[in-house]
């Protein structure tokens, strides 16, 4: 199967928005209207959506359940996942009730692994970790902490847990148009045995010619302000992928 290019809708007071290294003062507004953007990009073609509540991400309670709800209605047939306050067997109850196909433990994983494992005995199939990493350490709550958990022992803690796959955001390169830091995702999923999404710094069609030849590691790859500011068309990227 083909990698695949993930939009991101990353959601902050009811608006599409990207942060620059998970800075929340450091936003850039890219539509009052989620659910319009998500069409957006389905119209393109997408085969997979990546939503972010920001304010769940830091406040640990989701915060835009009706938005993302209202997405899921939208589109049925669309594989989407989400992250962000995602810190309770209920919340991952209601998403998926609500039509999600992926829910992401990211924080949680790191304070409480034991929660991963039992999230994907309650809901197998459905879990992915995220692990946020500022050069190799993993950060939490919204990456407002760095912690001294390296990301691959993370990530190899739950290789046999059950997760779907791993979302790895490198924060360094993450809203920065740098390109993406494909040397620590693949050794990441190397490491692990698990399939990586890699998420920070996709810029342009480069940097997915860059990705491919790592298809046997990488699911697929997350792109979210080189959409919203033109430098990447999204269905050229998948259609490179595909070849």
Known sequence: MSMLIIPAIDLKDGKCVRLKQGRMEDDTVFGDDPIAMASQWVAQGVRRLHLVDLNG?????????????AIAKAHPQLPIQLGGGVRSLSTI????AAGL????IGTKAVEAPEF????????AGHIIVGIDAKDGMVATHGWANVTDVKATELAKRFADAGVSSIVYTDIAKDGMMQGVNIEQTVELASFSGL????S????NLDDIAALKPYGEYLLGAITGRAIYEGTLDLAAAQTLLDA
């Open 57 to 69: 991400a830091f406040d640990g309670v989701p915060v835009h359940k009706e938005v993302v709800t």
């Open 93 to 96: 109850e209601h998403y998926l």
């Open 101 to 104: 196909t992926y829910i992401i």
């Open 116 to 123: 991963v494992e039992e999230a994907c005995r309650e809901f």
């Open 195 to 198: 399939p990586v999404i890699a």
């Open 200 to 203: 920070g710094g996709v810029t």
